[in-house]
C-alpha cells in the first residue's frame, strides 16, 4: 500500500473525491495515511474526521514565507513516512528542494487543459474567467506531476468538459469538477499507486490503460 498525503486549504471536494473512489474499490493500493491542511478552519479537515483519515495543520499565515512554509510541509511528509503528496485544493507553490526531493511523487489537479489556463496566478476561479474571456469552447482539468514551476510538470491525464454559451465562471468551475476533476484526480493516484505510471521527460505513459478516462477519450467519443 502507497502512504498517501493529500493537501488542502479549503472545502476539499477533491479530497471527498479521492475518498469515495477508493471506497468503491476505484482507487487501489492506497492508503490515505493523512490530509495536510494549511488552513486550520478548511471544511476538507471535516471530512477527513468523518473518514477516519488523520489530519494535520501547518498554517501558512504562521510562516514569514514561502520556504519556511514548504519546509514545515516537507518535514511532516518525512516524519509520516509519505509516498505519495497529493495537492487537492491546496492554494500554495511549494519550494524546489520539496519538489526535488519527492520528484514525481507530487500530483495536482488543475482545473484547465493544460498549458492553456495555467501558471502563476492561474488557480481557483480566476481560470474559469480566463477562460470565458477568452471564448474557449472547451475547457477542463488536468492532473499532473509538480515541478519547480507552477503547472509545467508531465501529464497524466486531461478531461475535456464543453463550455456553455450561459456558463458563469461559478458554473463553469462547479461543472468542471463534477464533470473532470473528481474523475481523473483519484484516477491519477490509483494509476500511481499500482504502479502503471511510466515516466520519460514530460511524457507520462500508463500501462495497459483500461478505461476511456485513462486513454485520454471523452465521454462523448464513439467507442
Known amino acids: 500500500m502507497v502512504r498517501t498525503a493529500v493537501l488542502v486549504s479549503g472545502g476539499g471536494s ?15 493500493n492506497c492508503e490515505l ?13 471535516q471530512r ?13 499565515k504562521i510562516f514569514a514565507n514561502r520556504a519556511s512554509f514548504s519546509e514545515a510541509v516537507h518535514k511532516k511528509l518525512e516524519d509520516l513516512d509519505i509516498e505519495l503528496a497529493v495537492l487537492a485544493g491546496f492554494m500554495y507553490i ?6 526535488r526531493a519527492y520528484r514525481n511523487r507530487v500530483i495536482n489537479i ?17 481560470v474559469h474567467e480566463a477562460a470565458l474571456e477568452y471564448g474557449v469552447k472547451v475547457t477542463g ?6 515541478v519547480s514551476e507552477a503547472d509545467a510538470g508531465p501529464i497524466i491525464l486531461q478531461k475535456a468538459v464543453e463550455v456553455r454559451e450561459d456558463d458563469t465562471p461559478l458554473s463553469l ?26 515516466i520519460d521527460g ?15 477519450r471523452s465521454d462523448s467519443e464513439p467507442q
Open 14 to 28: 477533491n479530497l471527498q473525491a479521492i475518498i469515495d473512489a477508493r471506497i468503491f474499490g476505484e482507487v487501489k
Open 33 to 45: 495515511a493523512a490530509v495536510i491542511s494549511s488552513n486550520p478552519d478548511a471544511y476538507a479537515l
Open 48 to 60: 477527513a474526521e468523518f473518514a477516519g483519515i488523520p489530519a494535520y495543520i501547518i498554517d501558512r
Open 94 to 99: 511549494l519550494d524546489p528542494p520539496l519538489i
Open 110 to 126: 488543475h482545473p484547465a487543459l493544460i498549458p492553456s489556463f495555467s501558471g502563476p496566478g492561474c488557480y481557483g476561479i480566476h
Open 141 to 146: 482539468a488536468t492532473a499532473h506531476f509538480c
Open 173 to 198: 468551475q462547479r461543472r468542471v469538477m463534477e464533470e473532470a476533476e473528481w474523475k481523473i484526480l483519484p484516477a491519477a493516484v490509483s494509476l500511481y499507486c499500482e504502479g502503471r505510471l511510466e
Open 202 to 216: 514530460k511524457i507520462v505513459r500508463i500501462k495497459g490503460a483500461r478505461s476511456d478516462v485513462e486513454r485520454g
